[in-house]
């Protein structure tokens, strides 16, 4: 299983290729790193826990980069996160939905930083599902980073071609972590995404094991 020292590690490395290649392919975009976004966060006292690419970078196999930083922020912290963000990066456009606080880049209208609001079942635990990088901020535990593609992968919402990422990213985590997940509470995490998820996620485990495709 991945320290905590290997996660800050996977997150520096998969931070420098987003940089090198916004350098390269999209200059003129605002280059807010993960790592700008933990430390404005962790400055104002937002208790969160970094997800999306960047959050189960350690659990992966391989590093790839990533335009956007998502984090999962506490209902109580919403509201201080959204304006620690508004205060650190002014130039942001923001956009709130019901399940995400979104921040664009102006110049090129796309999302750079999503605070997630944990009014989902399945984020309703995630506080209870954490690693702490030395760093000094939070990640999905191994479980919680395996429910989280699972809910994304199943989502009605989701678009297809995002779905495929999503199942590369599982079979991915359970290639390298295998004999450390935890079965019996990756069942639980299941059944938050939906009634009857828990055995369809020990499932797709064993798919992913076996080198089967993922049906989902």
Not at 64 to 76: F, G, H, K, Q, Y
Not at 82 to 104: A, E, G, K, W
Request: net charge positive.
């Amino acid at each position: 299983m991945a320290s905590g020292t290997q996660h800050g590690e996977a997150l520096r490395r998969s931070s420098q290729i987003a940089r090198n290649l916004l350098r390269m392919y999209r200059p003129e975009s605002n280059m807010i790193s993960p790592e700008d976004v933990i430390g404005v966060l962790n400055a104002a006292g937002v208790r969160f826990m970094l997800m999306g690419n960047y959050g189960i970078t350690g659990w992966r196999l391989e590093r790839r980069a990533s335009e956007d930083v998502d984090v999962l922020v506490r209902t109580r912290d919403h509201r201080k996160a959204v304006d620690t963000i508004l205060n650190s990066f002014p130039d942001l456009q923001m956009q709130d939905f019901p399940v995400v606080t979104r921040f664009l880049d102006p110049t090129t209208e796309l999302p750079v930083i999503d605070l997630m609001k944990p009014n989902q079942p399945l984020f309703k635990v995630a506080f209870r599902q954490t690693v702490l990088v030395e760093e000094g901020y939070l990640i999905p535990n191994l479980e919680f980073a395996l429910a989280c593609k699972f809910a994304a992968m199943v989502s009605p919402n989701r678009q297809v071609k995002k779905k495929h990422l999503d199942a590369a990213d599982f079979i991915s985590i359970v290639e390298k972590n295998a004999p450390a997940i935890r079965l019996a509470r990756l069942r639980r995490l299941g059944e938050r995404v939906y009634l009857g998820g828990g055995a369809e996620l020990l499932h797709l485990v064993e798919d992913a094991k076996a080198g089967r495709r993922l049906e989902f």
